[in-house]
């Protein structure tokens, strides 16, 4: 009996090539999806490109807008509210390539639908300026504190009942364009619960219409930027004020927030 040769070479080198792609693949996939926690470079929030050869001013612009971006959009959960829940929520989230955000998670959650309420605000947030080494862009891990208070609120620092923000004759929460712009050099001021004026530092003012995020910072007047802001708002936007009063030892953020309408 005359047994055929089979030449097995051709297969076998077929099966180590695609081994082999099948290894790069998986090699690819996973440097694409590494990220750093450190770059030379870290992400600045949206807003502050301006300030490209002023890293510091650039940083604080980041960190003020994010502040300002989190203040205006948080939703402080009905759950939580009727059941007084509190704290703080830390979440982890990657800024891309492209300076967008992607895998946000809850590394630790106080319940309540808080979890959801930080994911949510973290999925409307803007492309970000993206992390670099050595001149090249890179996926970096950020973590960030939420934090959820009733009451001399940092995320919804609009129930404050010790404080109170005045401008002008403006009442309620709804004004017009006609009034917002007839307001616009009057004094911004701070009430305490007996209708005393209070001292405050940092005045953050920030627009929301759509997709157009604007937010500007003052040492308690309203400079150019900020009245720059208010005079281009359109009805079907919000505005909305945040100061720093300084409460013995505690910092306290009040907050009032206005929506436009014709």
């Not at 009451?151 to 919804?156: A, I, R």
């Not at 005045?166 to 709804?174: F, I, R, S, V």
């Not at 945040?242 to 953020?253: A, F, L």
Request: with cysteine; net charge positive.
């Amino acid at each position: 009996m005359r047994l055929n040769r089979i030449n097995l070479r051709p297969m076998i080198k077929k099966h180590i090539i695609g081994i082999v792609i099948s290894f790069l693949f998986s090699i690819n996939f996973f440097a694409q999806s590494m990220a750093v926690v450190h770059a030379e470079e870290m992400p600045y929030f949206s807003g502050c490109e301006k300030y490209k050869y002023k890293k510091d001013k650039k940083r604080t612009c980041s960190n003020e807008r994010m502040i300002s971006f989190l203040a205006f959009n948080v939703e402080y959960p009905e759950e939580a509210k009727i059941a007084g829940a509190e704290g703080i929520v830390y979440v982890s989230f990657i800024i891309d390539e492209g300076g967008r955000v992607i895998q946000p998670s809850i590394i630790r959650d106080i319940g309540y639908g808080c979890g959801k309420a930080a994911i949510d605000v973290l999925k409307k947030m803007p492309k970000w300026e993206p992390g670099k080494n050595n001149g090249e862009t890179v996926r970096v891990k950020l973590n960030l504190p939420i934090h959820f208070y009733l009451k001399s609120g940092v995320s919804n620092p609009l129930n404050s009942d010790d404080y109170k923000i005045t401008w002008g004759a403006l009442k309620g929460n709804q004004i017009t364009i006609g009034e917002l712009k007839v307001n616009l050099n009057n004094i911004i001021m701070v009430r305490d619960r007996f209708g005393e004026p209070v001292s405050f530092g940092v005045l953050n003012l920030s627009y929301k219409r759509k997709n157009n995020f604007q937010t500007a910072t003052s040492n308690g007047i309203l400079n150019k930027k900020q009245k720059k802001i208010i005079k281009k708002a359109k009805a079907g936007g919000k505005f909305y004020l945040e100061v720093i009063v300084n409460d013995g030892n505690k910092r306290i953020k009040v907050g009032k927030e206005f929506d436009l309408v014709e």
